[in-house]
């Protein structure tokens, strides 16, 4: 019997797929690109270990001031957990890729520079997830929104269920991950969800619009405005205040301060450099 003859062993572990996630930069602006069109960017464990490394590297380069989350493919953003790689995955192993996935999630929610999320197609359970870890979201106007882990038995486990009273209300989040149900772009952006809805083919465009606005401002002084709202907005008002001081301190120790403020009496643009 020949090997082309002999039968596949079934125990071998399937050989990993391509690279599904890729970092581009241009100039300051970077790119975290999904890249798992196949399988509309279902969040395997692959997929999971790459993005965190992708978001370590870019948790150390203070040469990214704006960063962009979003899909090589408009059919999905992404759909959340791979549920045909959990087919028959036992307890043990459910929770070493939940421990992965929270590392993946935390890894997001803990980058301190700007992370605009650019949504297109379905933005499903962890997809939305990862979405609203992001600072805010642009989406195409035929995208998708939802969290429907509650269909399959479980929860949403990527902060789903913090994030989203936070941002819409709590009796809306209630009614939205009790039902499970799916919200078209429109109802997004009424609710607070999106910010922005465009059509698909001026998505990207509208992206890097408002990016090179804000790459337009001092990078130093985006990320401490970012770090006095992700810790204060949930503390009591003087707790939060006090945070901002902290913040509006750094600044003052700045280089950047010190150009944006001879700029604006020069009557021209800052050169900002992030020091």
């Given at each position: 019997m020949t090997s082309r003859d002999a039968p596949s062993n079934p125990a071998l572990p399937a050989p990993p797929e391509?690279?599904?996630?890729?970092?581009?930069?241009?100039g300051h602006l970077a790119a975290i690109i999904l890249?798992?069109?196949?399988?509309l960017n279902a969040i395997s464990s692959q997929l999971a270990a790459e993005l965190i490394e992708v978001l370590a590297?870019?948790?150390?380069?203070?040469?990214?001031?704006?960063?962009l989350l979003r899909s090589s493919?408009?059919?999905?953003?992404?759909?959340?957990?791979?549920?045909?790689?959990?087919?028959?995955?036992?307890?043990?192993g459910w929770r070493r890729q939940r421990a992965l996935f929270t590392r993946m999630f935390r890894a997001l929610y803990d980058l301190e520079m700007p992370v605009i999320a650019e949504v297109a197609g379905y933005c499903?359970?962890?997809?939305?997830e990862l979405a609203m870890l992001c600072d805010f979201i642009y989406a195409g106007e035929q995208a998708e929104f939802g969290l429907p882990e509650v269909r399959v038995g479980i929860i949403p486990g990527g902060a789903g269920t913090q994030s989203l009273p936070r941002l819409v209300g709590r009796t809306l989040a209630r009614e939205l991950i009790f039902t499970g149900r799916r919200i078209s772009a429109q109802e997004a952006q009424r609710i607070g969800l999106v910010n922005r809805v465009v059509p698909q083919a001026e998505l990207s465009a509208a992206v890097r619009e408002v990016a090179e606005q804000i790459l337009a401002n001092g990078p130093l002084a985006v990320r401490q405005a970012k770090r006095a709202i992700s810790r204060g907005v949930d503390a009591d008002f003087l707790t939060g205040w006090a945070l901002e001081s902290e913040a509006y301190t750094a600044t003052l120790l700045?280089?950047?301060?010190v150009?944006?403020?001879?700029a604006f009496n020069e009557k021209r643009r800052p050169r900002f450099r992030g020091v």
């Open positions: 391509p690279r599904c996630v890729r970092l581009e930069r241009e890249d798992r069109p196949q399988a590297a870019l948790r150390d380069d203070h040469d990214v001031w704006v960063a493919s408009e059919r999905a953003f992404c759909v959340g957990a791979d549920l045909k790689e959990r087919q028959g995955m036992d307890l043990d499903l359970g962890g997809g939305l700045s280089e950047d301060r150009e944006g403020i001879r």
